[in-house]
């Protein structure tokens, strides 16, 4: 069945230091939506991606959906104390189940 | 707090007992999903509604679990017997449709003792 991995799992930086996660599937999806989780929260719907190569920003976060519309990743520029939290992606087909990643735990030092 | 309401927040109970968790999904949402996380996981998608429909229950252990979402609009998941494996939070989700995105309720986490 689908699979979508995410990586790194864990990533621990300075305030003010860039991120990056990064998300591939198995298969070709049909979008690509990105959660973030805060710790002790549930999930919070950040973004979707349909287009293949599609750019969005949303301040200092940047997401990208692959050529192949098989990976896709998450930048978040300039960290804050309050970006703590774990990212999820998630890959869907139409409207087949969506199948997340195990996410990418991020913890700042300020 | 999220707008797709939970209950109970929290549970604890024996191996063995009977187990039920209530999602009232956001007003309008057709779609309704039950997932199951596991500390430092992914939500995985245990049963998926299109109004009452069931779409997907692939990953529902249907010897123990079941669902239902007789009216299409509130749902109720339940687990018997419960096992110890089962420890974790189960969280319900909505969306308008099944290709959109998804809110979250807060999520009912679950202790098997």
Partial sequence: GQQVMQIPQYQHVQEGEDFTTYCNSSTTLSNIQWYKQRPGGHPVFLIQLVKSGEVKKQKRLTFQFGEAKKNSSLHITATQTTDVGTYFCAGGKGAQKLVFGQGTRLTINP | ?113
């Fill in chain 2, 1 to 113: 707090e999220a707008e797709v309401a939970q209950s109970p927040r929290y549970k604890i109970t024996e191996k063995s007992q009977a187990v039920a968790f209530w999602c009232d999904p956001i007003s309008g949402h057709a779609t309704l999903y039950w997932y199951r996380q596991i500390l430092g996981q992914g939500p995985e998608l245990l049963v998926q509604f299109q109004d009452e429909s069931v779409v997907d229950d692939s990953q529902l252990p249907k010897d123990r679990f079941s669902a239902e979402r007789l009216k299409g609009v509130d749902s109720t998941l339940k687990i018997q017997p419960a096992e110890l494996g089962d420890s974790a939070m189960y969280l319900c989700a909505s969306s308008f449709r099944g290709d959109q995105p998804q809110h979250f309720g807060d999520g009912t986490r679950l202790s098997i003792l």
